[in-house]
């Protein structure tokens, strides 16, 4: 079996799906590894590391030539797939919903095109979720570019020439990155708030030292959709959540949202006038913004001054930290491939409740439930 490794083509996409570590224990399988020249430079890994690693480095014809799987952080274009057979498997984050027209593009040319952010949440299958990996460190990230971008510091300082008080920070949305935007926040030495529609992170909240801001007594309050995920909230709720949030918002110094729904539009958490209420020199960071965005006003791919308070929509957040998202991104594909390599084969064989989920394409058709329907 060929495991191909692709330098990542798409525009500001820093990371790469194998790490030397990776190589190795594939190559321990039994497999054959093949690296495109300069896939790892903007992740920090030189193509004499993967050389070193046992892998063949060369250019994209001879690293696809006979491949069997070929992995990549983003989709390949299914264009530069050209010489790779019918059969093969593309493993990748594939962004199904945004890039239909390339999933029907891999069906036509018969690859399996595995999809890693359909990984189902469960326990078994935690070390194989890439949204976990880079959601983790894109929270951490959030508040380093706040930091950044906030020209005051975070944590309360008695100095001779008087005292600086401590950031307030609210996090919106506590899933794995506002946990995590949370716990940077506190370790920074911001005063922390964080709201979110699962009750569940109430008590999560509590436990990383930050206070919850929750709606109570309101009909539609659990929040909690399917596998964990926030579901859309009743009218009320939204009206309710609105009102307390612009009281709380408006004493803020910085705001990091990060609410999803899966297969959904990004929920609107502040809007215009919440942003005008805000002091000038506040900073807001907008992570839903590529799935467009919880604030009125974020930009994708810029900061945006709106009356002195800056909104920061940066694109990719994860490819901000190339070298750790990859090593985790490449340990997440590791892990799943290796669940499931069967010995004899020489080749990963999926079962049918992790398999169903992932796949999307297969043997010329679009076969994904979630895509079908
Ligand atoms: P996500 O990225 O889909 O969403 C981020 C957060 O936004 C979620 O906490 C969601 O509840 C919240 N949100 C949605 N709408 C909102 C609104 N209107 N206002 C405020 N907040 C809103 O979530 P995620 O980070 O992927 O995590 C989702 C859940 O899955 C969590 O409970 C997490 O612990 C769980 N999880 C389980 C596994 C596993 O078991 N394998 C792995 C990872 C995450």
Do not use: C
């Amino acid at each position: 079996m060929k495991i191909s490794v692709l330098k990542e083509s798409a525009p500001g996409e820093r990371r790469v799906a194998a790490t030397q570590e990776t190589i190795k224990k594939f190559i321990a399988l039994g497999a054959e590894v093949a690296v495109e020249a300069g896939a790892g430079l903007t992740a920090a890994i030189a193509d004499a590391d993967y050389a070193a690693a046992g892998a063949s480095v060369g250019d994209r014809a001879s690293t696809l030539a006979g491949a069997g799987i070929v992995l990549g952080v983003q989709g390949p274009d299914p264009a530069s797939l050209g010489g790779v057979a019918p059969g093969a498997w593309v493993v990748a984050s594939l962004n199904p919903f945004g890039e239909r027209t390339r999933v029907d593009a891999y069906a036509a040319a018969g690859l399996e095109a595995l999809a890693m952010e359909f990984m189902p949440r469960i326990t078994r299958a935690q070390s194989m979720d890439i949204l976990s990996s880079q959601s983790n460190l894109s929270g951490y990230k959030a508040v380093l570019d706040a930091a950044s971008e906030y020209g005051r510091a975070f944590p309360m300082m008695m100095t001779a020439a008087g005292t600086v008080s401590a950031a307030r920070v609210f996090v919106m949305g506590v899933g794995v990155a506002g946990l995590q935007a949370i716990a940077t926040a506190r370790r920074l030495g911001a005063q922390v708030s964080a709201t979110d529609v699962r009750s569940a992170t109430k008590e999560q909240i509590q436990s990383l030292g930050a206070k919850p801001i929750f709606v109570e007594n309101v009909a539609g309050i659990e929040g909690e959709g399917s596998g964990g995920y926030a579901g859309e909230m009743s009218d009320a709720y939204k009206a309710a959540q609105a009102e307390l949030v612009s009281a709380h918002i408006a004493k803020q110094d910085i705001v990091i949202t990060t609410a999803l729904i899966p297969g959904r539009p990004a929920p609107r958490l502040i809007s215009a006038a919440q942003v005008a209420s805000m002091r000038p020199g506040s900073v807001i960071v907008d992570l839903a913004v590529e799935q467009g965005g919880n604030v009125e006003g974020a930009v994708a791919g810029e900061v945006v001054d709106v009356g002195g308070v800056k909104i920061v929509g940066h694109r990719n957040v994860p490819s901000r930290l190339a070298a750790d998202t990859s090593a985790l991104f490449s340990r997440n594909l590791f892990n799943f491939l290796n669940a499931f390599w069967d010995k004899d084969k020489a080749a990963p064989v999926l079962d049918e409740e992790i398999g169903d989920a992932v796949r999307l394409t297969r043997g010329g058709q679009v076969v994904n439930p979630r895509l079908l329907s």
